[in-house]
T-cell receptor, first 112, second 110 residues
């Protein structure tokens, strides 16, 4: 079991560029989500999915898109990167709303 | 909107002392509460999950309590060790999201 994996580990973008952060899990979890972590603010939910083909917005969705075509994968797309999107991004998964949440190792993104 | 607060923001103790970390939340309609550990530059490692119907959960030297009516959870770490130095995060869980506190950074001095 690899658990929750994320690529890349580090990324530097210029303002206006687009990119996709990859997330995969091999635990057959239905729920997957993306969080961003900023100093002093805790983790905030960007988007989440409760199953293949179903996605919804979290509390900070602007500037990000997601899709969920398979149970295993949940990529996060930055449409036009802005310096305000400099952050550490974590992908997470769990079986259902009442189960333990597992996190990936994170992607550290810098937008210049 | 769920608000989660962790006090203190930082804590430094000598090795062997017991640690008490506090977490408070504003909305008691939660599914469960989860405690995590985060080492610098790393991801989150789950420590304990307390279901809303439970009052406490134990794992080794760790014990977490939950009082939904007062909106509080406490993480106890017995006989602290330098390896316990990390940031500890609590998260109040509803059906689709976790609401996190900003964390308590713990330093255990040898």
């Amino acid at each position: 079991n690899a658990g929750v994996t994320q690529t890349p580990k580090f990324q530097v973008l210029k303002t206006g560029q687009s990119m996709t952060l990859q997330c995969a899990q091999d635990m057959n979890h239905e729920y997957m989500s993306w969080y961003r972590q900023d100093p002093g603010m805790g983790l905030r939910l960007i988007h989440y999915s409760v199953g293949a083909g179903i996605t919804d917005q979290g509390e900070v969705p602007n500037g990000y898109n997601v899709s969920r075509s398979t149970t295993e994968d949940f990529p996060l797309r930055l449409l036009s990167a802005a310096p305000s999107q400099t952050s550490v991004y974590f992908c997470a998964s769990r079986f259902s709303g009442r189960d333990e949440q597992y996190f990936g190792p994170g992607t550290r993104l810098t937008v210049t | 909107k769920q608000e989660v607060t962790q006090i203190p923001a930082a804590l430094s103790v000598p090795e062997g002392e017991n640690l008490v970390l506090n977490c408070s939340f504003t909305d008691s309609a939660i599914y469960n509460l989860q405690w995590f550990r985060q080492d610098p530059g790393k991801g989150l490692t789950s420590l304990l999950l307390i279901q809303s119907s439970q009052r406490e959960q134990t794992s080794g030297r760790l014990n977490a309590s939950l009082d939904k009516s007062s909106g509080r959870s406490t993480l106890y770490i017995a006989a602290s060790q330098p390896g316990d130095s990390a940031t500890y995060l609590c998260a109040a869980v509803d059906d689709y999201k976790l609401s996190f506190g900003a964390g308590t950074t713990v330093t255990v001095r040898a």
